[in-house]
């Protein structure tokens, strides 16, 4: 497995539509739990990735994620735009001189990413957030890459260790973001954020899984 900045904004395409075609859930997951400007706001970031696909696809692996983050801090208002801008400028430093991503660099960069998350949100693992999407995808990775599991297996491993990191946040009392000032802390609703994160992390398992 090798992606280049050419693949990964071919990713990215794929992962914008994926949040589109789940829209309306997204919406009504941010709606009961948050401000219901979820989606809106994701859709902002994502099609203005698709939009500069083919432009970021020729730049340097560490320019094309700095290019990322830039575009969804910009481009999202809500708090996801600061996560995820953090979380690809930070991806960028690990990309620096970096001409193909292989399997152990792309757990680097998604380890990164959540060590960026963690930190900008203040947040941890728990806390009914984007990062119980992550974390535990990134934990599967690690473990599934030490002990040498097949490449198929993996990746199917680490997309269903976020899907179930995702729906893991129903049963969570929000610590951090909107949810937190519901009157049940978000009890019984997936977080929206652990959701499209884990859309993000199913898309790009099953794109590199037929590289
Ligand atoms: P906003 O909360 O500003 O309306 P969004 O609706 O775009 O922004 O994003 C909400 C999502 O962001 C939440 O569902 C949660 O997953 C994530 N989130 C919010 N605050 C934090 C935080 N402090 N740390 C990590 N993730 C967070
Ligand atoms: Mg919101």
Known sequence: MNLTSKEYMEYLVLAAKKI???????????????DGDHYTNMQLGFSKLTENADEFALLSLSECFRKIGMT????IGGSSGALYGSAYISA???LMDK???DTPLLLEILSTMLDAIKKRGDADVGMKTMID???????????GLTAGIDSSS???AVKQAADNGAQSTKDMEAVKGRAYYQANKGVGHIDPGAMTM???IETLMDYISEL
């Open 198 to 200: 884990a859309y993000q």
């Open 99 to 101: 001409e193909t991503i």
């Open 72 to 75: 969804l801090m910009s481009a």
């Open 133 to 143: 999407a992550l974390a535990p995808a990134v934990d599967v990775f690690r473990d």
């Open 20 to 34: 589109d075609d789940n829209g309306n859930y997204i919406t009504s997951l941010d709606a009961i739990t948050g």
């Open 154 to 156: 993996l990746f199917e």
């Open 92 to 94: 960028s430093k690990v």
